[in-house]
């Protein structure tokens, strides 16, 4: 069978996207891994109606509406090589054989790559955060670490004191210039130098390798990001963001690649179920609007 889209990633913007082809009586085939990126977190916040909903209730409910449509078609595989034919695409797959279909829309979402830094790793979306509009709220105005991972690191110490007592951790990283101190200095950001050693204890406490110990409610890094290598094999073009690259992709979220859509976080250099909703739905019309046009 050629399906008239593949969509490889069932998280919220596949679904996103699957839901406005199946309501297009369109035959659709999803291949999700059951990697959520935000599978790690209690509950997600942001999203209007499903705001403080466990992350897999919001994913769950949403695979359950789209599999309500007789067109859709659900295989919970890994797909591994993404090839370009003349009559569409093939996805190969790790157990269940090759797929065609006449477009492609890529819902992949990104791979975080932590600091490797002790303890962080199992707080990863408990106490260690990356987005501050997904979490900051429930810290309660308490006491909120900031780790450099680099200079971006400018960007969460000057946003998160309207969620708590904010203190910069450098981590040897880099040292801000006067201008970024004075910026420090007008929110009320404490700034230590020196290198980050662990995290530890009940919440997060931060330990420097000169032996201070900074008791905090929750710490905020940015992770490096990696794209799925589907997007390579290809030749997408790609775009720099700030934590790794991503898709460049047009209005109607169609990539460099005639009929190779992309959606979600691998096509946008932010996190947010919101907003990857919202992009899956582009992603699904353009889809379906290049299967009218040809």
Not at 170 to 182: K, M, S
Not at 236 to 253: F, K, N, V
């Amino acid at each position: 069978m050629i399906y008239d889209v593949i969509i490889v990633g069932g998280s919220y913007a596949g679904l996103s996207a699957g839901l406005q082809l199946a309501r297009a009586r369109r035959q659709v085939l999803v291949i999700d891994a059951g990697q959520r990126r935000n599978r790690f977190a209690a509950t997600s916040h942001g999203f209007l109606g499903q705001d403080g909903q466990p992350p897999e209730v919001i994913a769950a409910e949403g695979r359950s509406q789209l599999m309500e449509y007789p067109t859709v078609t659900w295989v919970q595989d890994s797909a591994q090589q993404a090839l370009q034919q003349a009559d569409g695409f093939s996805i190969h797959t790790l157990c269940n054989g090759a797929f065609q279909g006449k477009r492609l829309i890529l819902a992949t979402g990104v791979v975080d790559e932590l600091p490797a830094i002790e303890g962080l790793e199992e707080r990863w979306g408990k106490r260690v955060f990356h987005c501050p509009y997904c979490h900051g709220y429930e810290l309660d105005q308490g006491r909120i670490g900031v780790l450099a991972t680099s200079p971006l690191a400018m960007h969460h110490a000057l946003m998160l004191p309207d969620w708590g007592t904010t203190t910069l951790f450098t981590n040897g990283i880099f040292t801000p210039d006067a201008e970024q101190q004075a910026q420090l200095d007008r929110r009320g950001v404490t700034v230590h130098s020196g290198a980050v050693r662990r995290i530890s204890g009940e919440r997060a406490d931060v330990e420097l390798e000169d032996g201070r110990v900074f008791s905090l409610d929750g710490v905020f890094t940015m992770a490096r990001t990696r794209i799925s290598p589907l997007a390579g094999q290809l030749a997408c073009e790609l775009l720099d963001g700030p934590t790794g690259a991503y898709l460049q992709t047009d209005e109607m979220r169609q990539t460099s690649v005639p009929g190779v859509f992309a959606c979600g976080d691998t096509a946008l250099a932010a996190g947010s179920v919101a907003l990857a909703v919202g992009e899956g739905v582009r992603a699904g019309v353009g889809a379906h609007f290049s299967l009218i046009t040809g």
